[in-house]
Nanobody, 123 residues
């Protein structure tokens, strides 16, 4: 069992930045590829970004490419999502997850999930 805890969400003006963190207290997740997803009210949970377990490979949804950066520090058991140039449409609850399946962009490939952190972008 891997417990994931997200933090760093908040209220930010459009054009601003936030950095989300995802920690695994007391447990290493260096063997897991990790992903960030988000879910806006009334919408399905959608893929945002993915990073391989060593951090050498990353993938992004087209909607965030060039604005968001995923990274990880396995020594600290933490994954980050740096979000720049935020837009109101980025408003959602953001979740980190540990992947065990094959399909990087599918929620079904992720076994462990955090509780989510709210990001609200106002114009």
């Amino acid at each position: 069992q891997v417990q994931l805890v997200e933090s760093g969400g908040g209220l930010v003006q459009a054009g601003g930045s936030l950095r989300l963190s995802c920690a695994a207290p007391g447990r290493t997740f260096s063997g897991y590829a990790m992903g960030w997803f988000r879910q806006a009210p009334g919408k399905e949970r959608e893929f945002v970004a993915h990073i391989s377990w060593r951090g050498g490979s990353t993938d992004y949804a087209d909607s965030v490419k060039g604005r968001f950066t995923i990274s990880r520090d396995n020594a600290k058991n933490t994954v980050y999502l740096q979000m720049n140039s935020l837009k109101p449409e980025d408003t959602a609850v953001y979740y980190c997850a540990a992947r065990q399946g094959v399909e990087i962009t599918s929620t079904r490939a992720y076994r462990y999930w955090g509780q989510g952190t709210q990001v609200t972008v106002f114009s």
